[in-house]
Nanobody, 121 residues
Framework: VQLQASGGGLVQAGSSLRLSCAAS????????LGWFRQAPGKERKFVAA????????EYAHFVKGRFTISRDNAKNTVSLQMNSLQPDDTAVYYC???????????????WGQGTQVTVSS
């Protein structure tokens, strides 16, 4: 599966952004999907993940209550609604697909190219 992330940008603290990730391939619904982020000089971190049918979602503690992950298997898309953005949320955001619903990078086999999110104070 190939993934293409979009929706990043430069916003002020307190603003919202919605990231989208479009996937190619007919087996999209068989993958668990995740969003990760990577700030300059830091390792890639888990943000959120959603199961194949969208019935289960997991979030990193630092985004819980602010971010919402969702998927549309009919459109082969996964989204990340980000509210109350803070400067610490600045990073490149990556979507990923894998066979296991996990918070670990190593369980995701396919990655999008990343989209930059910059939050100014």
């Amino acid at each position: 599966v190939q993934l293409q992330a979009s929706g990043g940008g430069l916003v002020q603290a307190g603003s919202s952004l919605r990231l989208s990730c479009a996937a190619s391939g007919r087996t999209f619904s068989s993958y668990n999907l995740g969003w990760f982020r990577q700030a300059p000089g830091k390792e890639r971190k888990f943000v959120a993940a959603i199961s194949q049918l969208g019935s289960t979602a997991e979030y990193a503690h630092f985004v819980k209550g602010r971010f919402t992950i969702s998927r549309d298997n009919a459109k082969n898309t996964v989204s990340l609604q980000m509210n109350s953005l803070q400067p610490d949320d600045t990073a490149v955001y990556y979507c990923a697909a894998g066979p296991v619903l996990s918070t670990a990078v190593r369980y995701y086999d396919y990655w999008g190219q990343g989209t930059q999110v910059t939050v100014s104070s």
